[in-house]
């Protein structure tokens, strides 16, 4: 069960943006952030804004689509993985995903994270965020909830 849920309604990029600061500043290390949105909400756009707040430059963020996961590094290091590729869960064992879940003075940011939760639902702390759009002109609802 999640603790502390919260919804937001953000009508634009700049409201966005202060919404992940607001969320950068909370993080000490060691959280998971798992993103559940269809194509196109903004996992991405918020990663980016999220890691901005955190010391990176936001040009370097994109999507780690087709490399499955990116490193960047800010105040912590930052590992940003998407699992739409990912075709079994043994990839994720493949590639060393549990590891990286235990990588001290790290974040771990996962898009598309519910298609294998198997890897992740037992990892305290985690922040789960669910994006929705298409609820108003270029309005977003977005859910941030904390297990400790």
């Given amino acids: 069960m999640l603790e502390n849920q919260e919804t937001f309604f953000v009508k634009n990029e700049s409201e966005t943006i202060a919404l992940a600061e607001k969320l950068a500043a909370e993080l000490k290390g060691g959280e998971l952030i798992v993103f559940d949105g269809d194509l196109g909400a903004g996992k991405t ?16 963020v994109s999507s780690p689509t087709f490399v499955i996961m990116k490193k960047y590094s800010g105040k912590f290091d930052i590992y940003h993985w998407d699992f739409y590729r990912i ?14 879940l235990k990588a001290e003075n790290s974040i771990t940011i996962v898009e598309w994270a519910d298609m294998f939760k198997e890897c ?29």
């Fill in 45 to 60: 756009f918020f990663t980016g804004a999220l890691c901005e707040a955190l010391g990176v430059d936001r040009k370097k």
């Fill in 120 to 148: 992740w639902e037992a990892h305290r702390p985690r922040i789960e965020i669910k994006i929705r759009f298409g609820i108003g002109d270029n309005e977003r609802e977005i859910s941030i909830g904390r297990i400790d």
């Fill in 87 to 100: 075709s079994s869960v043994d990839e994720l064992y493949i590639a060393d995903f549990p590891e990286y």
